[in-house]
């Protein structure tokens, strides 16, 4: 028997198999299921990626020795979603807390939405403080006005706030107002009001080396209300914290002008081309040349020393009225520009913040008169110009210390904004892919056996 006759025996005993005309339609249905459930699954994992790298991470939260007082060796930013208000002005957060017994505290500020923020100096926690008749709580002091300071004492544990009180009278009486003097151990607070006129909107806080005294210079209104001001005359004076005593003058246009005050109580305020002198009774003037403004301090031989605006450098005007510069960039090398501003004194070296005016994160300098600097800090660019520190916990040893990043709540609008738009572009791509495979099953070359004509 040949090979051919035995194959054609086997063929006619095997069964016969037949096979379903939709055959191809279902196995071609199958596919595009493989397929769209590669793209649902390669979907879903780009959007859980993608949300949850949006979400805040905990990494470097390292316990802290709430024993060691120091400053941190960085200063992060508070998210402007923590400034929110409601349609009354009051803080929407619930973070915000009026229990104000918060300890030492290293550094404070206030956010550009006017929210006092108070750095611990033991574990460096941020507190969000909601001060009683805090002048930033009212929209009209905070953005038409300049907004109210807040002054971290040196030693950290007093905070002196500008306040006014707009009570059921405010639109008829003056305005109770002044400073106000927050002891942090033990969350009890002082009034120092400041009378005349129908009130004073305190615009600037400075403390002597020693805690004793307070300056501070605002702005005294012909009429105040809670959403109106009328003409004003700027003052300046300050307030002896041992005896709780307000002193205060009228002084000239308060624009381009640097206010600090000595450890003997001499008040001096350099500005408008002159250099005006006070011990509360005799008013020393002399001419002086130079642009001086924000904040200043008076050092150990009576030199007063402050930042210049947008340079990283620092003047220094000593006793004979003579002015000198200091280079104060340090280790930036910003591009823009910057700004420096004197924040206090320790070990006979000024405390100097430095910034750029770009989106870089400035430091913190321990600098001496003759240029030498040291960065010890690091503050982020979001951080105000408002920062105080308690430059008394500085040392030459120890200037600063580590703290962990502040873990502040989950932004969920932010994380369901971002979700929602990574859900709509993988509805695009679905949608996408749906399409293609709808077109190619209606190919009329789709079929088994059919062919592509030959040009």
Same mark, same amino acid.
């Given at each position: 028997?040949?090979?051919h006759?035995?194959?054609?025996?086997?063929?006619?005993?095997?069964?016969?198999?037949?096979?379903?005309?939709?055959?191809?339609?279902?196995?071609?249905?199958?596919?595009?299921?493989?397929?769209l459930g590669?793209?649902?699954?390669?979907?879903a994992?780009?959007?859980?990626?993608?949300?949850?790298a949006?979400?805040?991470?905990?990494?470097?939260?390292?316990p802290?020795?709430?024993r060691?007082l120091?400053?941190?060796?960085?200063?992060?930013?508070?998210?402007?979603? !923590?400034s929110?208000?409601?349609n009354?002005?009051?803080? !929407?957060?619930?973070?915000? =807390?009026?229990?104000?017994?918060?300890?030492t505290?290293?550094?404070?500020?206030?956010?550009?939405?006017?929210?006092?923020?108070?750095?611990?100096?033991?574990?460096g926690? #941020?507190?969000?403080?909601?001060?009683p008749?805090?002048?930033?709580?009212?929209?009209?002091l905070n953005?038409?006005?300049g907004?109210?300071?807040v002054?971290?004492?040196?030693?950290?544990?007093?905070?002196?706030?500008?306040?006014?009180?707009?009570?059921?009278?405010?639109?008829?009486?003056?305005?109770?107002?002044?400073v106000?003097?927050?002891d942090?151990?033990? /969350?009890?607070?002082?009034?120092?009001?400041i009378?005349?006129?129908?009130?004073t909107?305190v615009?600037?806080?400075?403390?002597s =080396?020693?805690?004793?005294?307070?300056?501070?210079?605002?702005?005294? #209104?012909?009429?105040?209300?809670?959403?109106?001001t009328?003409?004003?005359?700027p003052?300046a004076g300050?307030?002896?914290l041992?005896?709780?005593s307000?002193?205060?003058? *009228?002084?000239?246009?308060?624009?381009? !002008?640097?206010v600090?005050i000595?450890?003997?109580?001499v008040?001096s305020?350099?500005?408008?081309?002159?250099?005006?002198?006070?011990?509360g009774?005799?008013r020393?003037?002399?001419r002086?040349?130079?642009?001086?403004s924000?904040?200043?301090?008076?050092?150990?031989?009576?030199?007063?020393?402050? /930042?210049i605006d947008s340079?990283?450098?620092?003047?220094?005007?000593?006793?004979?009225?003579?002015v =000198?510069?200091?280079?104060?960039?340090?280790?930036?090398?910003?591009?823009?520009?910057?700004?420096?501003?004197?924040?206090?004194?320790?070990?006979?070296?000024?405390?100097?913040?430095?910034s750029?005016?770009?989106?870089?994160?400035g430091a913190?300098?321990l600098l001496?008169?003759d240029?030498?600097?040291?960065?010890?800090a690091?503050?982020?660019?979001?951080?105000?110009?408002?920062?105080?520190?308690?430059?008394?916990? !500085?040392?030459?040893?120890?200037?600063?210390?580590? *703290?962990?990043?502040?873990?502040?709540?989950?932004?969920?609008?932010?994380v369901?904004?971002?979700?929602?738009?990574?859900?709509?572009?993988?509805?695009?791509?679905?949608?996408?892919?749906?399409t293609?495979?709808?077109r190619?099953r209606?190919?009329?070359?789709?079929?088994?056996g059919?062919?592509?004509p030959?040009?």
């Open positions: 028997m040949s090979i006759d035995e194959l054609e025996r086997i063929a006619a005993r095997a069964p016969e198999v037949v096979v379903p005309a939709d055959m191809w339609a279902r196995a071609r249905r199958a596919r595009r299921r493989d397929r590669v793209v649902a699954a390669v979907v994992v780009l959007a859980v990626a993608g949300t949850l949006w979400l805040p991470t905990r990494d470097g939260l390292e802290v020795d709430g060691t120091g400053v941190p060796n960085r200063l992060w930013a508070v998210p402007e979603r !923590m929110d208000r409601e009354d002005d009051s803080w !929407m957060r619930d973070e915000v =807390s009026s229990q104000l017994d918060v300890g505290a290293a550094a404070a500020w206030t956010t550009p939405g006017g929210l006092p923020v108070v750095v611990g100096a033991a574990d926690a #941020y507190h969000l403080l909601d001060l008749d805090f002048g930033g709580n009212n929209f009209l953005y038409g006005l907004g109210s300071p002054a971290l004492s040196p030693d950290g544990l007093r905070l002196a706030y500008a306040y006014a009180h707009f009570g059921p009278d405010a639109a008829t009486e003056p305005i109770p107002s002044g106000r003097v927050l942090l151990e033990e /969350g009890s607070v002082t009034d120092h009001p009378l005349g006129a129908e009130g909107a615009g600037t806080l400075t403390w =080396s020693d805690g004793r005294w307070l300056g501070w210079t605002g702005e005294r #209104y012909t009429s105040w209300t809670e959403s109106s009328g003409s004003a005359s003052f300050r307030i002896d041992t005896t709780g307000v002193d205060q003058m *009228r002084i000239g246009e308060p624009s381009a !002008m640097t600090a000595a450890a003997d109580g008040l305020i350099v500005g408008n081309d002159r250099m005006v002198r006070w011990d009774e005799r020393e003037a002399r002086l040349r130079g642009f001086w924000g904040r200043g301090v008076v050092t150990a031989d009576g030199s007063i020393a402050a /930042g340079e990283l450098a620092v003047q220094l005007l000593d006793r004979r009225l003579k =000198s510069t200091i280079d104060a960039s340090g280790e930036l090398n910003p591009v823009a520009g910057g700004t420096a501003t004197v924040l206090g004194i320790t070990a006979d070296r000024l405390v100097v913040r430095t750029t005016l770009d989106s870089s994160d913190l300098l001496e008169r240029g030498i600097s040291a960065t010890v690091a503050v982020d660019a979001d951080v105000p110009d408002t920062l105080t520190l308690a430059t008394d916990l !500085m040392t030459t040893e120890r200037p600063t210390v580590d *703290r962990p990043e502040p873990d502040w709540p989950t932004d969920w609008g932010r369901l904004t971002i979700g929602g738009w990574i859900l709509v572009g993988a509805a695009a791509l679905a949608l996408l892919a749906w293609v495979l709808l190619t209606r190919s009329p070359y789709s079929s088994p059919a062919r592509r030959v040009p």
